[in-house]
């Protein structure tokens, strides 16, 4: 004789998973509707996301913040200063001498005959 074992007993997959049942809209307006919904929602997402970058910190509000600089953008834009103040004035002192020295140039050029007399004279050299 031959032993027949018992049947075994599956349970099907319906019941496991309990997937849900996909509800087609026909075209007309559950379509309109459906898109309506999304893009009400969509837009709700992005106002909450703007509101959340956009609000002011509390305890300090915008208007009362002010830029203050740092000490050593202080102190940099003070030896700027004092270098520009510094080329200016040595820039008049160059202009002063300069307005001098034609003066002198012109005491110099009066007595040609001494310049040549101090100047060792030329060699001339020919070629042939």
Partial sequence: MTRSEPPVVTTPLSTLKQKKR???HEH???SLELAVSIGKTQEDKA????ERHHQPQAGQPRSDRRHHKS???KKLEEVKATIASQRARLKREKV???KALPVLAVHQKSSPSSNAQDRAPRK?????
């Avoid at 106002?47 to 703007?50: D, N, T, V």
């Fill in 71 to 73: 000490r050593t953008t």
């Fill in 28 to 30: 007309g307006k559950d």
């Fill in 96 to 98: 002063k001498m300069r």
């Fill in 22 to 24: 996909k509800v087609f």
């Fill in 124 to 128: 001339r050299v020919s070629f042939a």
């Fill in 47 to 50: 106002l909450l996301k703007a």
